[in-house]
């Protein structure tokens, strides 16, 4: 627990030229006494690349400090314009506000500044050389960024830890390392049972398999003197392939002697049509047998 806290900042001068004062109306508490005094100082960061631009503005002494609430008036000079690079005169900057007890600092609050001339014509046309008569700053009062550090104060009770503390209960409690291992146990054993198990499954398969041939099953919805019908007709179509293609032959050349004879004699031609469809009729069945199948 912090000795001090800071109730708050209050920016007097806001807006103000440039080369003006700051000034802070700062109010913290104390909680109890202490031995040495409070160290508060205003940085200006010179620059947002490099901070071999920043320079401290102020540094106050606060001290004997009471016990309760405390409030006290800091103020500090502006800015050196040479310690500033021309390029960084302008635009927004920031300020930090920090306090140190015995060189430890323990709180720090930023405000953002933004610089900038006092006419729209020269903000929008800025001369090459800054007029600094011109530049007025403006501190973001309303929006501080407010950092806090434990720090030690007067008595080793107060010093933060720095490593976490003893815990000698710790070593009283069973390892759980113990328990892990009884877990893992159970759970080989387990294992081994289940293997066990599905062996003896496997053995039980092996043998069926051994009993003899299995008796096929018909499929769902299919009867066996269908299935059988089925093995018929692959054979009946096999078989009935080759007649056909033989009376087919033997037709065809039928029709070719019926056409020499229809050639030679015009009687015999005008009976032959009928033979033949008479002919081409009774092949037809073949026919059908074969197209069905």
């Known amino acids: ?45 010179g620059s947002a690349t490099s901070s071999e631009h920043d320079q401290e503005l102020d540094s106050l002494l606060v001290g004997p400090i009471p016990v309760g609430i405390n409030k006290f008036i800091f103020e500090a000079d502006s800015p050196d314009l040479k310690r500033i690079p021309t390029s960084e005169i302008l635009g927004v900057t920031v300020i930090l506000l920090t306090c140190s007890y015995d060189g430890r600092e323990f709180v720090r609050v930023g405000y953002y500044v933004n610089n900038e001339y006092d006419s729209e014509e020269l903000n929008a046309e800025p001369p090459a050389k800054p007029l600094i008569q011109r530049v007025r700053r403006n501190v973001l009062a309303e929006k501080p960024r407010v950092t806090r550090f434990a720090i030690k104060w007067d008595t080793e009770d107060s010093a933060p830890a720095e490593f976490p503390p003893e815990q000698p209960e710790a070593d009283l409690v069973e390892d759980d390392g113990t328990a892990y291992g009884a877990e893992e146990e159970e759970l080989e054993e387990e294992l081994k049972e289940e293997t066990k198990a599905d062996g003896e499954d496997e053995e039980m398969a092996g043998a069926d398999d051994t009993a003899g041939p299995s008796i096929p099953v018909p499929a769902k919805g299919v009867d066996e003197d ?3 019908d089925a093995a018929g007709s692959e054979d009946l179509e096999a078989e009935s392939s080759g007649s056909d293609e033989e009376d087919l032959e033997e037709e065809v050349e039928g029709e070719g002697d019926e056409d020499l004879e229809m050639a030679e004699d015009g009687e015999h031609a005008a009976a032959g049509p009928g033979k033949a469809g008479e002919q081409a009729l009774k092949q037809q069945p073949h026919g059908e047998v074969v197209m069905v199948h």
Not at 7 to 13: E, R
């Open 1 to 45: 627990m912090s000795v001090v806290s800071l109730l708050g900042v209050k920016v007097l001068n806001n807006p103000a030229a440039f080369d003006a004062s700051y000034q802070f109306e700062i109010t913290f508490e104390c909680l109890e006494p202490l031995q040495k005094d409070l160290e508060w100082k205003l940085t200006y960061v």
């Open 226 to 228: 269908e299935e059988s």
